[in-house]
């Protein structure tokens, strides 16, 4: 491949270091991408690890694909490099949710929030589980829009403890920097989310929610930065 | 000083001695403790199948037999008579019915007999606090591994939380289950894990096996299947299967524990449990804690299996924060999960 399809990393900006990948910036055929490439690890067999972050580098896309075809804007896929482990995506433009949902007038924060239980309801209702839902990895673009990011710790699931975990992640986050209008908040999403999965199945995720929360398990102090 | 150090003895109020008894599965140990935190005593005495898994009524019969001798022992080891022990542990669960209700039964005999306090251990929450006390380490993410738990904790608010843990058999069971298929006999003192360790060093050939690592939790039953499968094929050597198995397994744990490691930024990783034994999963383990800049210890061997002194030790912490337990409530708790357990002496 080489230099025809602009493949060196030398003008890529990193935004971040994560545990299993890092994420770069770059301009790629005169578009912003996102790079996002699985680091080798040093402790598991070479040939494990390579088998590993090939495996998750297309089943992320995988997972990415299908919750836009259930209607759930992702980045769009570039480019998928196996050999090294990388994902090229399309960058998206606007902000984090976790740095806009404090400031916004009250009316726009409930009907963003009714946008994310519409969103979850779709992934939800088509086997996509995120894995990390956080108001980190929402995205508004300056249209309003939302964009879900970061499928890396998805998987293709329609149990209970799956929806709800995804669910008390997410209410997680509402508590830790939006604990003003958490509930609310949240009560929007719940609401809209039954609209989507139907409200029967909504009552028995949001009891597993209850549940989970009970359990103390998942009270881990996300670090929202 | 020794006049004054034979009044302490005497004295009602101050606490010097601590028999905690271990009976969850297969082990039935003894522990005696000092109050600051020196161990005596330490009997362990397993129950050995004659095929099969532990079979929880006979594992509980052995222990009701060995008993008697086990704390006699541990007496002795201690150097120490019945009536000089101020505070009764037990393991309160998780674990078998019938094997931890041996052990209760014991602990509340002693207790009710000596007319002392009785303090009822979480098993997992004893495994964590024998590393800490051992080790030196503090505040770190705990890989607890053995032959009913797979577990990684950190502790947060007053809470030791569960952040990845099987979902469904232990590191342990799997190795267990194979080597037996494996045609492998248990011997005492040379467990099954040690067995698959052995023959993993002259393995060779990686044989690609399920990985399977969902968020941060880990399943091995289908891995358990697979390799099964190829073993009953014949046509991979025994030492590569092995190699194969520990090596996917405990990338899988080491895995789990880095992403504990780098959400929380503890200052270090505890491994603890039977399965700390193993130096491959240590050496993983260890390389990344030098990749975050923190320590790694690991709990030594004689506390890393199933121990009186670890429940021993976590009753006298528990004790010295007001948990003691009436006997009339010291039903035991088959499943107590880690992170139901309150440890107000976790201070961060």
């Known amino acids: 491949m080489g230099e025809d399809l602009n493949y060196t990393m030398e003008d890529a900006v990193l935004l971040k270091k994560g545990a299993e990948a890092n994420l770069y910036l770059k301009e790629w055929y005169g578009r912003k991408v996102i790079v996002k490439q699985r680091i080798g690890k040093k402790y598991r067999l070479p040939q494990l690890d390579r088998h590993i972050r090939a495996y998750r580098t297309v089943h992320e896309p995988q997972l990415m694909h299908r919750a836009k075809k259930a209607g759930v804007s992702t980045p769009t896929v570039l480019l998928i490099d196996t050999e090294n482990a990388e994902i090229y995506m399309e960058y998206i433009e606007g902000k984090q949710l976790k740095q806009v949902l404090n400031e916004m007038p009250p009316e726009k924060r409930l009907k963003i929030s009714s946008s994310i239980g519409e969103l979850i309801g779709r992934l939800h209702k088509n086997m996509v589980i995120h894995g990390d839902l956080t108001t980190s990895n929402l995205i508004l673009t300056p249209e309003d829009q939302i964009v879900l990011v970061d499928f890396g710790l998805g998987e293709l699931s329609q149990e209970l403890e799956a929806r709800g975990v995804d669910l008390h992640l997410l209410k997680r986050a509402f508590e830790s920097v939006h604990f003003k209008f958490a509930q609310e908040c949240f009560n929007k999403v719940m609401e809209s989310y039954a609209r989507i999965i139907g409200e029967e199945e909504a009552k028995k995720v949001l009891e597993k929610v209850r549940e989970i929360e009970k359990r103390g398990r998942y009270v881990s102090e996300r670090k929202q930065r | ?348």
């Open chain 2, 1 to 348: 000083m020794i006049i004054v150090r034979g009044l302490k003895m005497r004295h009602e109020s101050v606490k010097n001695y601590c028999l905690g008894i271990e009976s969850t599965a297969d082990d039935f140990s003894v522990g005696i403790v000092t109050f600051d935190g020196r161990i005596l005593a330490n009997v362990i005495n397993a129950y050995v199948s004659e095929s099969g898994g532990i079979h929880p009524r006979e594992a509980a019969q052995h222990h009701s037999q060995v008993a008697e001798e086990v704390v006699a022992q541990a007496l002795k080891e201690a150097k120490i008579s019945s009536d000089q022990i101020d505070l009764v542990a037990f393991s309160q669960g998780p674990g078998l019915g019938p094997c931890l209700r041996t052990g209760a039964t014991v602990a509340r005999a002693i207790a009710a007999y000596l007319k002392i306090p009785l303090v009822g251990v979480n098993h997992c929450v004893a495994h964590i606090e024998i590393g800490k006390l051992t080790t030196g380490i503090r505040d770190p993410v705990t890989l607890y591994v053995s032959g009913g738990n797979t577990i990684v904790a950190a502790f947060d608010a007053g809470r030791y939380r569960v952040f990845g843990e099987t979902l469904d058999i232990a590191v342990g069971n799997c190795f267990d289950v194979f080597a037996r298929e494996a045609g492998y006999r248990q011997k005492e003192g040379l467990p099954f894990g040690a067995i698959i360790e052995r023959l993993a060093t002259k393995g060779q050939t990686y044989i690609s096996l399920p990985y399977s690592v969902k968020g941060m939790d880990m399943s091995f039953s289908g891995l358990l299947t697979a390799i099964l499968h190829l073993l009953r094929k014949g046509e991979h050597p025994i030492e590569d299967l092995c190699y194969s198995l520990q090596e996917t397994v405990f990338s899988m744990l080491t895995e789990v524990t880095e992403r504990a490691l780098a959400h929380t930024e503890k200052p270090g990783i505890l491994l603890t449990g039977g399965v700390a034994a193993n130096k491959r999963l240590q050496s993983m383990l260890k390389t990344v804690a030098e990749e975050h800049n923190t320590k790694f210890c690991v709990v030594p061997k004689q506390y890393a299996l199933d121990n009186g002194a670890m429940i021993a030790w976590t009753g006298i912490l528990a004790y010295k924060n007001g948990l003691t337990l009436p006997i009339e409530q010291s039903f035991v708790r088959l499943k107590w999960r880690l992170d139901e357990v309150e440890v107000p002496w976790v201070k961060t």
